[in-house]
C-alpha cells in the first residue's frame, strides 16, 4: 500500500453525535488533571493494540510521496480532498517538483494547473508555494523535524505537523483527524470534545510500544472498518472491547453491555 493521508469527507452519524471540530493545540500541564479517561481498561488497550499489530505490523497510509517535503505538500494538499485525488495530481507535479526549490521554480500559476482537480487548490497552491520558499530560504530545502517550525509554515496545522514528525521522522505523536476523532469516541479508547483533547488522552492511554504505529493504525481501523456511516461491527477485530453501544450486526443494531470501568494512564 502507498503512503497515504487525508482529511476525510465523510460525516459522522447521529449516533457519533459530535463531528471533530476544528483542531486547537492542547493545553499545558493544568489541565491533565480534567482530561476524560478511557472507557477502556489498560489491559483491554493493549489487547486492541496488539490485535492491530498482529494483523498489521507495520501500517501505511496511502498519500503517495517520495521524500519528507512531498509527504508534506502532500498532506496540505490533502485538506477536504480525497487521497486518490491528491495522488493523482502529485504524481506529475512531483516528477518536477520533488524539492522547495524546484516547486518555487515552477511557480504558482503552473503549480494551480497541477492541481486544480484538488478542492481549494488556489489557496493550497499559494501555501505551497509560501512554505516552500520559507523551506529555501531559512531551512536549506530541509523539511524541520520541530513541531513549532513546521507549524509556523502555510497551511501547516498540528494534525499534518504530527503526521510529517511520525511519518518522515518516526517520532512517536499521534495525528487525530476525523478518523481518529470518532473511533477513540465510538470505542471509548480516548474520549475528547476536539481533536486536541483526543489527542492528549491516546497521548496518555497508549502504550509507548504502540504510539509510533498508533496513527495508522487507527485512520485504517476508521477508514476500512469503522466506517463513519456504517460500521462493520461483525467483522470488527475489536467488537468485544469496543464500547460502541449502537453496533451494527447481521440482524440490525445489536446492543452492547455496560460500560467497562474506566482508568487513568
Ligand atoms: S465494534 Fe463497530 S463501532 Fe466498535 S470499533 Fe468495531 S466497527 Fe467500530
Redesign the pocket.
Known amino acids: 500500500m502507498a503512503p497515504q493521508y487525508r482529511e476525510p469527507m465523510s460525516k459522522a452519524t447521529p449516533a457519533d453525535a459530535r463531528a471533530a471540530p476544528r483542531s486547537a493545540k492542547p493545553r499545558a500541564s493544568a489541565k491533565r488533571a480534567r482530561l476524560p479517561r478511557s472507557r477502556l481498561t489498560k489491559a483491554e488497550i493493549e489487547t486492541v493494540f496488539e490485535r492491530f499489530q498482529a494483523r498489521l505490523p507495520e501500517p501505511k497510509g496511502e498519500l503517495e510521496y517520495v521524500n519528507p517535503y512531498t509527504l508534506l505538500v502532500a498532506v496540505v494538499l490533502s485538506a477536504q480532498a480525497t487521497d486518490a485525488g491528491v495522488n493523482k495530481a502529485t504524481r506529475a507535479l512531483f516528477a518536477v517538483a520533488d524539492t522547495p526549490a524546484k516547486m518555487v521554480a515552477l511557480g504558482e500559476a503552473r503549480l494551480v494547473d497541477c492541481i486544480r482537480t484538488i478542492g481549494l487548490f488556489r489557496n493550497k497552491a499559494k501555501n505551497v508555494i509560501a512554505l516552500s520558499r520559507i523551506l529555501a530560504e531559512e531551512f536549506g530545502g530541509e523539511v524541520p523535524r520541530d513541531r513549532e517550525a513546521l507549524e509556523r509554515l502555510p497551511g501547516v496545522g498540528r494534525k499534518t505537523a504530527n503526521v510529517v514528525l511520525n511519518t518522515a521522522f518516526g517520532e512517536p505523536v499521534i495525528a487525530v483527524d476525523t478518523h481518529l476523532f470518532r473511533?477513540s469516541n465510538?470505542?471509548g479508547l480516548a474520549p475528547g470534545k476536539d481533536p486536541a483533547e483526543v489527542e492528549q488522552v491516546l497521548e496518555r492511554v497508549v502504550p509507548d510500544r504502540f504510539k509510533r504505529h498508533a496513527h495508522h493504525w487507527l485512520i485504517l481501523?476508521g477508514r476500512y472498518?469503522?466506517k463513519a456511516r456504517k460500521?462493520?461491527?461483525p467483522v470488527?477485530p475489536?467488537?468485544d472491547i469496543?464500547r460502541?453501544t449502537a453496533?451494527?450486526g447481521p440482524a440490525g443494531a445489536l446492543p452492547v453491555g455496560a460500560a467497562g470501568p474506566a482508568v487513568t494512564a
Open positions: 473511533v465510538r470505542t481501523h472498518v469503522c460500521p462493520d461491527c470488527c475489536i467488537a469496543c460502541y453496533k451494527t
